[in-house]
Nanobody, 123 residues
Framework: QVQLVESGGGLVQAGGSLRLSCAAS????????MGWYRQAPGKQRELVAV???????NYADSVKGRFTISRDNAKNTVYLQMNSLAPEDTAVYYC?????????????????WGQGTQVTVSS
């Protein structure tokens, strides 16, 4: 099985910055896509920033120019640098990976989610 461990959330004032990390470990044959989603209270989970299967990046319009996703393939880790944070960025941030399991490399890829990390931005 595969686990995603997130870190880096916390409380920050508006205009501040945070950096989230997500490390994947376990029975990984290959990671096809990986990135960040968030869910604010009373709202649906939404995409924040991801590396797509083709290797390109995709950002939500609301975070373009403020957030940057990066990765370290050797460590199976993605990062989310969040600058100019605003109260509306307050949410639980979840890491997601679409991967092939080393035990069944020919099987269709599956999704795994992290436990989530809270980001709170005060005004």
């Amino acid at each position: 099985q595969v686990q995603l461990v997130e870190s880096g959330g916390g409380l920050v004032q508006a205009g501040g910055s945070l950096r989230l990390s997500c490390a994947a470990s376990g029975s990984i044959f290959s990671i096809l896509a990986m990135g960040w989603y968030r869910q604010a209270p009373g709202k649906q989970r939404e995409l924040v920033a991801v590396f797509t299967r083709g290797g390109s990046t995709n950002y939500a319009d609301s975070v373009k120019g403020r957030f940057t996703i990066s990765r370290d393939n050797a460590k199976n880790t993605v990062y989310l640098q969040m600058n100019s944070l605003a109260p509306e960025d307050t949410a639980v941030y979840y890491c997601n990976a679409n991967f092939r399991d080393r035990r069944w490399p020919a099987s269709p890829p599956v999704d795994v989610w992290g436990q989530g990390t809270q980001v709170t931005v005060s005004s």
